[in-house]
């Protein structure tokens, strides 16, 4: 009787999650109940231990009156029935299609909510037929070209059982509200979500998964099984299931496919005692990206390893919430990690658990906040520091004194670009002489949706919208992808998210301005002086190497706005000191003028010529356009030009420039490569095609790729910024006295 009891209890323990057939064939008294022997699932254990696949079938269909498949003449083309995604998850192969109903095949034909599940997923109406697990396995290799064991799938999911505050927290691990969750968290770790949430519709709850970024509708749970998917949600949060009226945080983890995975839950009372949840999934596969993963691209990923060779000092990463700040700081980690270096940091939450890193979690009611655990960390002699976010002016001055000190501390800030990253530390109350002494540079991020590689197609310009075809002009768009959509993204078109970034280093001079508290455009020019490319040239570059869409950049990476312009005087005067004419004599058209773009805004006047340009200009001065969007650096060089004999027209933008080019006709232009609304590369290609005046570029990209694709697109000669505006008034006035001959200076 005792070895009986003993057998009894051993078979209760087993996972099979066909425990029915093992039921039913003991009742009929079948000997292989007696020799049962380990393996998967109870049919295959049966089969092993005596009993015939025909009296299993036959069981089998008794209890589900479902019918034996015919799997004979399934082959490759029934792959077009159901992904392979779908066949593993659920156990079942695909049988065959008659109008709207489709025939699948399983050893489970008991399994909860099975039909159901694949009616949603596959959008048909299910017959379910069943089949052995050998010869489903046979078919599985046939349509899918693989073994998998897609009879009887386990359980894919294991919460992780921790210590609460009343004790052990009780788990259940059987029901129907269990599976349903249990199924909502496994399909979005499978379509990587980031975020799974739960909202109240009327009287459903509505599912929905943030999948690379974006929000997507899943399913709506009906209001008889809302309530206990939230108290279950609850209980393995450890959170309070009676407290409906008070937002609460919690944290669970479980097991998927063998890994682990942590969740953070928040709940946000809402009217109505209804409550609305947001589950953060936090894979631990993917805590470890190296850079190259994130999508820096080669020219970034050389200054980000710059600023991550220091031995000292303070680098920083900013962005919005949710740009991918904190993963690109793990990476970071993970690429300077070593037995040498003793790495700490400081978060609030703790993200993801680091292996052989100190990771100390704030604690504000224990009194461990970020600056008194920061002031710590710094005794305990580390070699580099991570601060989850500078939030006050106490933290901040700790992590600069601890940069001046020996350590590089790496650190995250709210911001919108790099350059703002130096004003928000003043505004908090940094000293900014300590600030220019410690900081060695900022990482500004956006994160974008890459293009699905398994159906993104080529484009060409000519395909793309107008406003579109305008911001890439005049670039290499051979490579030029757009999104289509397929199973492998889910129709989307894409999978996955990659950064923009622009990286600024902190060079002497920026350093100098910074001490003595320079405004932030004085900032931004020495920035791209040092080599800064901008998010937006930076988001243009993975466009046209056709690794995301110019939607995806134009969604999520902020635009460049043009300046305003210097005060404009009286229209009249204006233009008709630029004809050469009085004021008051009829306008006349300039030779060979063009009508303007129909694409391009038209402008009322160009700003005014400067009072010293007033004073001293010929009236047969040569009129130059200068195109350049920083301010202060256009005036620098408008009064250089005009030192050189010629009468200047400003630009702030490409736009603004094509139009005055196509009106007045200059005899020069002068322009930056990267140019707001309409770049320098478009600019000089439509003033090419027009028969206009030569170009001349003046720009911070001195690298000769750039210098070469310039030349490329038109301009007659690159003149670096570095070189400063005497050079280019020398330029100019080459350019006005050659005839016929194409000018290129030497870099």
Not at 549 to 554: F, K, S, W
Request: hydrophobic share 45%; glycine share 8%; charged share 25%.
């Amino acid at each position: 009787m005792a070895e009986q009891e003993h057998k009894a209890n051993r078979e209760a323990r087993i996972p099979w999650p066909d425990r029915w057939l093992l039921d039913a064939m003991r009742q009929q008294g079948h000997s292989a109940v007696d020799r049962l022997r380990p393996a998967h699932s109870a049919w295959e254990s049966l089969e092993m231990a005596g009993a015939t696949t025909q009296e299993l079938l036959d069981v089998a269909c008794a209890l589900s009156g479902y019918s034996a498949a015919d799997l004979s003449k399934v082959n490759k083309s029934s792959a077009a029935l159901l992904s392979v995604t779908f066949a593993r998850r659920y156990g079942v192969v695909p049988v065959r299609e008659q109008g709207v109903m489709l025939e699948v095949a399983t050893a489970n034909p008991l399994a909860p909510h099975l039909e159901r599940d694949l009616s949603f997923a596959s959008a048909r109406q299910i017959r379910l037929t069943i089949a052995s697990p050998s010869a489903m396995a046979a078919a599985y290799e046939r349509i899918y070209g693989g073994r998998a064991s897609v009879a009887m799938p386990a359980a894919r999911i294991e919460w992780v059982v921790k210590e609460g505050p009343l004790g052990p927290r009780s788990i259940p691990s059987r029901g129907s509200v269990v599976d349903a969750l249990d199924r909502m968290i496994a399909d979005a770790l499978d379509q990587r979500a980031s975020d799974v949430h739960f909202e109240p519709k009327d009287d459903d709850l509505l599912v929905r998964f943030r999948v690379d970024g974006v929000l997507h509708d899943v399913t709506r749970i009906g209001p008889d099984v809302a309530p206990l998917v939230m108290s279950r949600l609850k209980v393995l949060a450890g959170l309070d299931i009676a407290d409906r009226r008070r937002p609460q945080d919690g944290r669970a983890t479980t097991k998927f496919d063998g890994r682990v995975v942590d969740l953070r839950v928040s709940t946000l009372p809402l009217n109505d005692r209804l409550e609305k949840a947001v589950v953060r999934l936090l894979d631990a596969a993917n805590a470890t990206h190296g850079l190259g993963s994130l999508g820096f691209i080669p020219g970034e990923a050389h200054r980000f390893d710059q600023l991550l060779g220091q031995n000292e000092g303070m680098v920083l990463v900013t962005g919005p919430t949710g740009s991918g700040k904190t993963t690109t700081l793990y990476a970071a980690i993970e690429h300077s990690r070593s037995a040498e270096t003793n790495i700490v940091t400081v978060e609030d939450p703790i993200e993801y658990h680091l292996a052989g890193i100190n990771q100390v979690q704030v604690n504000e009611k224990a009194g461990l906040s970020f600056a008194s655990a920061l002031r710590s960390i710094v005794r305990q002699d580390p070699d580099i520091i991570l601060v989850g976010e500078i939030r006050d002016a106490e933290t901040a001055a700790i992590a600069v004194k601890a940069g001046l000190t020996g350590h590089l501390v790496l650190s995250t800030l709210h911001t919108i670009d790099a350059v703002s990253a130096i004003g928000r530390l003043a505004d908090i109350g940094v000293e900014m002489g300590a600030l220019s002494g410690a900081l060695k540079g900022v990482v500004a991020q956006r994160l974008v949706r890459r293009l699905c590689e398994a159906c993104c197609s080529s484009v060409t310009l000519a395909e793309l919208p107008v406003t579109q075809q305008m911001l890439l002009m005049g670039r290499k768009t051979e490579k030029l992808r757009r999104a289509v959509g397929c199973e492998a993204c889910r129709g989307t078109g894409y999978r996955g998210r990659m950064v923009v970034a622009e990286v600024l280093l902190v060079t002497d001079d920026l350093r100098s301005a910074i001490a003595r508290r320079a405004d932030r455009v004085e900032l931004l020019e020495l920035a791209k002086r040092g080599g800064m490319i901008s998010m937006w040239e930076a988001g243009l570059r993975r466009v046209v190497e056709g690794l995301t869409a110019l939607t995806e950049v134009l969604d999520n990476v902020p635009s460049p706005m043009a300046e305003a312009t210097a005060e404009q005087g009286d229209v009249d005067a204006v233009v008709a000191k630029l004809l050469g004419r009085a004021p008051d004599a009829p306008a006349a058209a300039p030779e060979a003028a063009t009508s303007p773009s129909p694409h391009v805004a038209p402008l009322q006047a160009p700003p005014a010529p400067s009072v010293r340009a007033q004073r001293s200009l010929p009236p047969d001065a040569p009129r130059v356009l200068l195109a350049l969007d920083a301010r202060e650096e256009r005036r620098r060089v408008r009064e250089a030009l005009e030192d050189a004999g010629c009468a200047v027209i400003e630009a702030a933008d490409g736009e603004a420039a094509l139009t005055w080019a196509r009106r007045f006709r200059p005899a020069l232009v002068i322009a930056e490569l990267v140019l707001p609304r309409l770049d320098g590369h478009a600019l000089a290609q439509l003033l090419g095609e027009d028969g206009g005046p030569p170009c001349i570029a003046f720009t911070v990209q001195n690298d000769a790729e750039a210098v070469a694709w310039a030349l490329e697109c038109g301009f007659h000669a690159v003149v670096p910024a570095h070189s400063g505006p005497a050079a280019l008034a020398a330029a100019a006035r080459d350019a006005l006295t050659a005839t016929g001959r194409q000018i290129r200076l030497a870099i």
